[in-house]
């Protein structure tokens, strides 16, 4: 190992270093291309030769970097690697990253990196979030806010554009609006955020965590799970923002070591205590950021503002304004931004009404505890459900939302993992298994649906499933939904 790489910075003599960068995917380019511009020597491997990945390695080869591509690439660790960087999806588990703990050799994710390349004097502000749901919502609504108050800033990381090409950008950013994954925390080890909030935490990509070599002292994937998410908080300077409805983010909060001075801010549904965001009539209220918060709130929004409006969706939003406000941000900015914000598709998002029922598109709901937010939201509910189940189980989710289920239509390869929840808990409620794979299944399932659904019941999409079993991701099988509601509505 080269024992400078552990302290280093934007200002060290990268031309001796030599990384390898494992995965060409989004952020696994950017890294390199990082990389490049502090002057390392670097080579990138890959098992896939996708078409995408090709084009990247022609733009990289013709910039000198070294690229493997194909299956075998990633088999073997190059002798003088001095540092890896890896994309967020590999687990510890890969033998490339196995080969580099086992010769001392330092792993870290683009996210560390970028972080690196901002030290010690181009430091832009970071406001971070995670959790097991709403990452992407509370960060485009952050992103919003800030917007509106007239910073300049970007979402970036897990939300989709890496943070390496924020910092490599020519535009010079006020701060920068972060969605960190778990996966993206686990390779960070250096991260001082201004501000941070776990959003919630619920069982998700236990399959990621089944290995716990990684997790000294830890004896569960869960809280392994847990651990990268707690991961956000160390050397915080200013907030430490928790779910109130969730005492686990607080306890992250309560041992983590932050920074001197950094303040533990709560975010609720109810009434706010002091140093919590909150609700009150129908008004979202600050009195962790204001100078008489022992006695008074001040207004920020109007629940109106949140769109679309259900409580999982406040939350973020509380969430979103917590870190806001604690950049200092006004708040005539957060209504603003909260107003001016349009969440993408596949995100509670009603398609069409056909009959009198409302079919919803949540297919950005990947998990159980993404499904049962989506569930909250809705009195009579005819469910669509199934993908991969990553390890998950459905039993409290059945459980907790059954007097509202009028029935379920499943579909996909872990299908029977939620018909069985339903079988032990809800017998009484009628099941439709579609058990084609093929690409006619959704359209199968919303005509199922349809026939169970009466006048005034929401026919939901929420699949508490990964996609990639029958799809290229969570936005193609919502097309897929929405097409087959398109020719339910226009047939005959």
């Not at 960068?21 to 098992?47: H, M, N, P, Y």
């Not at 006619?440 to 659904?453: C, N, R, Y």
């Amino acid at each position: 190992m080269t024992s400078w790489i552990s302290a280093a910075n934007r200002l060290s003599d990268w031309a001796r270093a030599h990384v390898v960068v494992a995965g060409l995917g989004t952020s696994g380019f950017a890294a390199a291309d990082g990389l490049l511009s502090l002057g390392a020597r670097v080579t990138v491997l890959d098992e896939s030769a996708s078409a995408a990945n090709l084009d990247r390695a022609t733009l990289l080869e013709l910039l000198d970097v070294s690229v493997r591509l194909g299956p075998g690439a990633t088999t073997t660790l190059p002798e003088d690697a001095d540092l890896v960087v890896t994309s967020p999806g590999w687990p510890p588990t890969a033998p490339l990253l196995r080969q580099a703990r086992t010769r001392n050799v330092p792993i870290w994710g683009e996210v560390e990196l970028a972080w690196r390349m901002m030290q010690p004097d181009r430091v832009v502000p970071w406001l971070a979030v995670t959790g097991t749901n709403g990452k992407t919502t509370t960060v485009n609504m952050l992103e919003s806010i800030l917007t509106a108050a007239g910073l300049s800033t970007s979402a970036v990381g897990n939300v989709g554009r890496p943070i390496v090409e924020a910092v490599l950008d020519e535009k010079t950013y006020d701060v920068l609006a972060v969605e960190l994954s778990s996966f993206q925390l686990h390779w960070a080890n250096s991260l001082s955020l201004h501000s941070a909030a776990v959003l919630n935490l619920q069982p998700d990509h236990q399959e990621w965590y089944a290995d716990l070599d990684d997790w000294p002292g830890i004896s569960s994937s869960m809280d392994a799970y847990a651990a990268d998410k707690a991961r956000i908080y160390q050397r915080v300077t200013h907030s430490c923002i928790y779910n109130v409805a969730d005492p686990r983010t607080e306890s992250m909060v309560e041992e983590a070591e932050v920074s001197e001075g950094a303040r533990a801010i709560g975010f609720t549904l109810g009434i706010p205590s002091v140093s919590m965001l909150g609700v009150v009539d129908d008004l979202l209220v600050d009195r962790a950021f204001v100078p008489q918060r022992r006695d008074s709130a001040l207004e920020l929004a109007k629940l109106s503002d949140v769109v679309p409006f259900a409580p999982h969706n406040v939350e973020n939003a509380l969430a979103a304004a917590a870190l806001a406000r604690s950049f200092g941000v006004p708040a005539a900015a957060v209504s603003q931004g909260l107003r001016d914000l349009r969440i993408g598709d596949h995100r509670i998002q009603t398609i069409a009404e056909v009959d009198g029922v409302r079919f919803v598109d949540d297919s950005k709901a990947t998990n159980p505890h993404a499904a049962a937010s989506s569930l909250r939201a809705f009195d009579r509910v005819v469910w669509l459900a199934g993908g991969q189940a990553k390890g998950t189980t459905f039993d409290e989710l059945v459980l907790t939302y059954a007097p509202k289920l009028q029935g379920a239509v499943l579909l996909g390869v872990d299908r029977h993992v939620i018909a069985g929840a339903l079988a032990r808990h809800a017998p009484q409620i009628p099941v439709i298994v579609i058990d084609s794979t093929e690409t006619d299944a959704m359209a199968q399932a919303v005509a199922a649906a349809h026939e169970l659904a009466r006048p005034g019941d929401v026919v939901l999409l929420a699949p508490g499933c990964a996609s990639k079993d029958m799809y290229s991701g969570y936005d193609a099988r919502g097309n897929a939904f929405a097409a087959a509601v398109s020719a339910l509505q226009h047939r005959g």
